[in-house]
Structure formats: structure tokens, C-alpha cells
């Protein structure tokens, strides 16, 4: 099993030991205890608690610094895993933070759900966050040329790239389906006490049949017979638990252009695939130009955030359905890609999309290009 470098690593290196708490979300299974431990050497200086046991709970719930001395001792590394399981999260952070200076605090979570209310208020000016994602092929394949990696998208596209896919391949389809339940049954459904957990199965396996499309609350809440704000809440928690993400419109013309409409993308393909059960070789699949959207947009989003690049993400579309794949804006320019798995696909960028803003960057992405797409280069 070959260690592979996070690109994460560098920057969390950059803020130990600076009197801030380090707090690395990311859903399970992807990577955060292999990460922190790589970081810190002496394995003898670093406690690690984790809160998923009852044990850990009960002992750090209690915000009482006396008791809190006795858990910590003298170690100048402390990992609090799973930090979403603690009530008192951020009470307990500032805590710690305020009376063990000389120690580097850092949490992990594998939710993002109530993380913003219940750990970063009370820790306002004394925190740092960072998220860590499936790898990236920046991450596998540093170093490796176009061809080597373009022979390794077919594997990507089905099973995705979670570090414990990667590392036993042969394994991939009874591991991704054991990862899928984890998602579904043993955070999600606990942390927002799910009644109805055939309700968000249902409401994910459409989304999955929908990936790079662009979804009606509506319609969704229509085949589930729910109310749409239901519907908009599960969402919303998927969102939260890493699962999915939606890409929004963009728009400078709101008569002539779609403004309200959001695409839904999975952050990792096998996870997709292992929903609806449908882990097929790719050349007999009729989705495979949707798996290669799906995955080279997750790619470049989980690109950009390792780096912390300050760019926007959309997808774009007018009321005359012509539509551009992925969009992204700096602030300074505006860049449009069209994502095509046909390398021999002569497609254009939107002459409508060119028409209105002429200025803009255009490129189709294929197999052939990807790589400076990927940053794979540099």
C-alpha cells in the first residue's frame, strides 16, 4: 500500500502549534486519521480521543478543567475524532484552546451538521477549518503522465476514489457498498433523528438517476409525496454530510437566463454508483459521459479547495436550452468547459453562451485534455 500525499498536508502543517484549533471535516473512511497521523511522527506525543465511544463522551462532556488536565497530561498533540458526538463541542474546544497553550488541539467531523452552531460560535478568532475529500488525481497521480492516468479513468469513473477503494481495487464493489450504508444509516439517520429512512433512500437513489441534471424541488417532493420543504431539508443534509453538492446558474441576464435551478453532482462516483447498484465495466454503460462530468467537475471543485483558490463554480443555461456544463469565475474572468467523454467529439461551447459573454475562456475537456484541467502538471 503506497502512502499517498494529501495536498491538504501542507497547509494544516503550516498551522500547528499557533494557538488555534484545527478542525478537519470530511466524511468518513476519507482519509482524516491517515492524514494526522502522518503530520505528527512521535506517535507517543499524540492522544487521541475519540468521541464515537461512549466512554470518551461521558469524560470530555464534562467541561470541567480539573478533569480535563487529567485527560490531556502532558501530550502536545490532542485529536478529538468525531467531535460532532460531544453536546459541549465548542465550549469544550475553547476550553482547551484558553488553558493548554502549549498543545495543538485539532478535531476531525464527519458532518457538517450543526458544526457552524454548536462549535465555531463559541470559538470565534481561535479556529482554523479545513476538509478533506476522496483524492484527487492531483493526489494519486502526481508525477505520472497523461497516458498513464488516462488508462486509470475507467476505474475512477465506476468506482470512485476513496482512499480504502484505491488501496484494495480488487475489493472495490463490497467495500463501496458497505460505505454507501455507513453514509445512510449510521451518521445521517442519527444525526438529524430520521424517521423515515426509506424516505431519504428513495430520495437519493433519484438524485443518483439525476447526476449533472438540473433537479425540481417539485418534481422530487411529487414522486416522494412529501411536502417540498422536506424534500429541500434532506437536501440540505446530504449536502452537509458530504454526499452530494449542487452547483447554482449563473447569470448576468435574469430574463434571458436560468437564475434559480441547481445542478446535483456526487463527490465521489463510486458512491453514486454503489446507490443504484450499478457498478457495469464503462463500455457498456449508457451513463458514461454523465460519469465523466460527474467526476472531472468533482475533481477540479476538490482541486481548487485543497489550494483555498478563491473561484466561483456554476453550471449555465438560457430559456432557449442552450446550456454550458461547468462555468467558473475568479472574479477577474469567466471560464466555460464542456465536459465530453468522446475524445473525437467535435462539440463547441454554446454559441449563445459566446454571444453574451465574448470575453470569456472556452474549452471542451475530454479524456485527451483533462490533464491541465486536473493541474496534474504542476
Not at 351 to 372: G, L, Q, R, V
Request: charged share 25%; hydrophobic share 40%.
Amino acid at each position: 500500500m503506497n502512502l499517498i500525499n494529501r495536498l491538504s498536508e501542507k497547509v494544516l502543517t503550516q498551522w500547528l502549534f499557533k494557538g488555534q484549533a484545527l478542525i478537519l471535516t470530511g466524511a468518513r473512511q476519507v482519509g482524516k486519521t491517515t492524514l494526522l497521523q502522518n503530520l505528527f511522527t512521535d506517535k507517543k506525543e499524540m492522544l487521541w480521543l475519540n468521541a464515537d465511544e461512549t466512554i470518551v463522551r461521558e469524560r470530555l462532556e464534562n467541561l470541567n478543567l480539573e478533569d480535563l488536565k487529567g485527560v490531556i497530561g502532558n501530550y502536545k498533540v490532542v485529536v478529538i475524532d468525531e467531535i460532532q458526538r460531544i453536546p459541549n463541542a465548542g465550549l469544550l474546544l475553547k476550553l482547551l484552546v484558553d488553558n493548554f497553550k502549549s498543545t495543538q488541539i485539532i478535531a476531525t467531523g464527519s458532518s457538517a451538521l450543526d458544526i457552524s452552531e454548536r462549535i465555531f460560535e463559541p470559538l470565534t478568532g481561535r479556529h482554523l477549518l479545513f476538509h478533506l475529500y476522496p483524492f484527487s488525481l492531483a493526489e494519486l497521480y502526481n508525477g505520472k503522465s497523461a497516458f498513464e492516468v488516462e488508462q486509470k479513468l475507467p476505474f475512477h469513473l465506476v468506482y470512485g476514489c476513496y482512499p480504502n477503494i484505491y488501496n484494495h481495487q480488487l475489493d472495490a464493489e463490497v467495500l463501496l457498498k458497505n460505505l454507501a450504508n455507513q453514509y445512510l444509516y449510521k451518521d445521517v439517520l442519527v444525526w438529524k433523528d430520521i424517521r423515515k429512512p426509506e424516505l431519504l433512500d428513495k430520495l437519493l437513489k433519484l438524485l443518483a438517476h439525476q447526476i449533472c441534471s438540473e433537479v425540481s424541488i417539485n418534481e422530487l417532493s411529487n414522486q416522494l409525496k412529501v411536502k417540498s420543504e422536506t424534500v429541500e431539508s434532506y437536501i440540505d443534509l446530504l449536502e452537509k454530510s458530504f454526499v452530494i453538492y449542487r452547483l447554482n446558474a449563473y447569470s448576468t441576464n435574469t430574463r434571458k437566463e436560468v437564475t434559480k435551478m441547481s445542478k446535483i453532482y456526487f463527490w465521489d462516483n463510486g458512491i453514486r454508483n454503489a446507490i443504484i447498484g450499478n457498478f457495469d465495466d464503462l463500455t457498456t454503460r449508457q451513463d458514461k459521459g454523465l460519469l465523466w462530468e460527474n467526476f472531472i467537475i468533482s475533481d477540479r471543485i476538490k482541486m481548487h479547495k485543497f489550494r483555498n483558490t478563491d473561484i466561483q463554480s456554476f453550471f449555465w443555461r438560457n430559456y432557449n436550452q442552450s446550456e454550458v456544463d461547468y462555468i467558473e469565475n475568479n472574479k477577474q474572468e469567466l471560464f466555460a468547459y464542456e465536459m465530453k467523454w468522446n475524445s473525437k467529439n467535435t462539440s463547441k461551447i454554446s454559441k449563445a453562451f459566446t454571444n453574451s459573454y465574448p470575453n470569456a475562456t472556452t474549452e471542451i475537456i475530454t479524456p485527451s485534455n483533462f490533464f491541465d484541467f486536473c493541474k496534474l502538471n504542476e
